[in-house]
């Protein structure tokens, strides 16, 4: 399916900077956002729901000097539906009473919330790992539904994007975007030429200046490679990757995969964990610098259209 109008001119490759939690800010929304790749993060990255407004009033401002010079990649904001998140009332109003363009939506679809983001045009897509959970997405309503599959940094599903995207294609007519070791430009041309529409990437903006990460999670990530990742629901109760030596030190085993026995995300006790042991995906072996995150937008983009370019020669 084409890019929704919403979209259409306004980004360099299809591809977004994923909302991840403690790590995407301001700064890289805006400076994705300015070299055509959308930008996210997650409400729940402010403390407070004035704080996200805040962040909102920032990001508007800056933006809207950036449109004098040409096409902006709009922004999005990811919020937390699960009824865990005791903000999300409060933290979507704001989110409509700024008209966020992108809504991304994650543990748990909810036709109240796309209406509310539908109200004044803008898009809400929706992350799964399942197509079980791909087909409550399509019945609420979204305008996408995000595969974040096997290897994905964070939550992410066992399944192959071999498998979860053209399952999801059948049931499923909007956009589809892709997530799950997406870290160069030809990883984003393989996403298209499976089927999907838009790349989701988050291990490899980690490894930027911008990112909020701690600078040694981002050398842990220069000097990682797949083996190196943890699938477990020991952080924070649902199966997800993090970086095996970030839960050495953190003084927790590896090897023991046992979920905690209560999960509330967003919770101090939550946020805690997080910022002592690191997600990333298993697309870390792709990657071994810090760039700023223009440069390495304008670098993913020259990689995109030269895989494009290759793959076109082969028909």
Not at 190 to 201: H, N, T
């Amino acid at each position: 399916m084409p890019l929704p109008d919403a979209l259409q001119g306004r980004l360099s490759i299809p591809a977004i900077s994923a909302p991840m939690f403690l790590c995407s800010g301001p700064d890289l929304v805006v400076e994705t956002c300015r070299s055509g790749v959308i930008g996210s993060f997650p409400a729940l990255n402010q403390r407070t729901t004035d704080g996200y407004r805040d962040w909102l009033v920032d990001i508007d401002r800056r933006l809207g000097s950036l449109k004098q010079d040409g096409p902006v990649a709009p922004h999005a904001v990811n919020l937390v539906v699960h009824r865990s998140n005791p903000r999300l009332e409060d933290d979507l109003a704001v989110t409509v009473e700024h008209k966020v363009p992108v809504v991304i939506t994650s543990l748990g679809a909810n036709d109240k919330v796309v209406d509310a983001v539908h109200s004044y045009g803008g898009l809400v897509f929706h992350d799964v790992i399942n197509i079980r959970h791909a087909q409550k997405a399509a019945d609420a309503g979204v305008d996408g539904i995000i595969a974040v599959c096997s290897g994905a940094g964070g939550h992410a599903s066992t399944l192959s994007a071999f498998a979860l995207v053209p399952e999801i294609r059948k049931i499923f007519d909007g956009t589809i975007i892709l997530g799950g070791v997406i870290s160069t430009g030809a990883h984003i041309a393989a996403a298209r030429m499976l089927g999907a529409d838009m790349a989701y990437i988050g291990t490899r903006f980690l490894a930027t200046r911008e990112c909020l990460a701690p600078t040694d999670q981002k050398q842990m990530i220069c000097v990682s490679g797949a083996e190196d990742i943890v699938y477990t629901p020991r952080i924070s109760g649902v199966f997800g990757n993090f970086l095996k030596e970030s839960i050495r030190n953190a003084g927790l085993d590896p090897d023991d995969i046992s979920a905690p026995e209560n999960y509330n995300f967003g919770t101090s006790d939550d946020v805690k964990a997080w910022k002592q042991v690191w997600a990333a995906g298993q697309g870390v072996g792709s990657i071994d610098d810090v760039p700023g995150a223009a440069e390495l937008c304008a670098r993913l983009g020259a990689e995109y259209r030269s895989a494009i370019s290759v793959a076109s020669g082969w028909a």
